[in-house]
């Protein structure tokens, strides 16, 4: 099965993910395994009107990735980069995405908040 490894790049407890500074240890555990093939990584920036923040994120992302490929890992693979959406798709792709997440430009808003779906006070 083809993985990307999410990493929590905007240091948000509401975000899931690795911790930057654990990923490469977690790439490194799962390289191992023959039934994955990591094929990148994704992030969800930070949830900001500052374009410098979110970038931030995305920029930390791709640091990361050029670590992981200079260290040649067995069976893995760091082609994709999967960050940005609807909000900051523009700042993504200049960060280098190659995967962005567009349903809200596509589809419109949710008619019920993501607050629904991922309510963490539950």
């Known amino acids: 099965m083809e993985v990307l490894i999410q990493v929590n790049t905007s240091f948000e407890e509401s975000k899931y993910g690795a911790a930057p500074d654990e990923v490469i240890d977690l790439v490194q555990q799962i390289a ?12 969800i920036g930070l949830l900001s009107a500052e374009a410098e ?12 990735q050029q670590q992981i490929i200079a260290l ?26 190659t995967i962005v997440r567009v349903g809200t430009a596509i ?16």
């Open 32 to 43: 191992t395994l023959n039934t994955l093939k990591i094929k990148g990584l994704m992030t």
């Open 53 to 64: 923040q979110v970038r931030a994120c995305f920029k930390l992302l791709r640091h990361i």
């Open 72 to 97: 040649a890992i067995p069976d893995v693979s760091m082609k994709e980069l999967s960050m940005g959406m609807s909000g900051d798709l523009e700042i993504a792709i200049a960060e280098g995405a």
């Open 107 to 122: 589809f419109g808003q949710r008619p019920t908040p993501d607050s629904y779906y991922w309510n963490e006070n539950r």
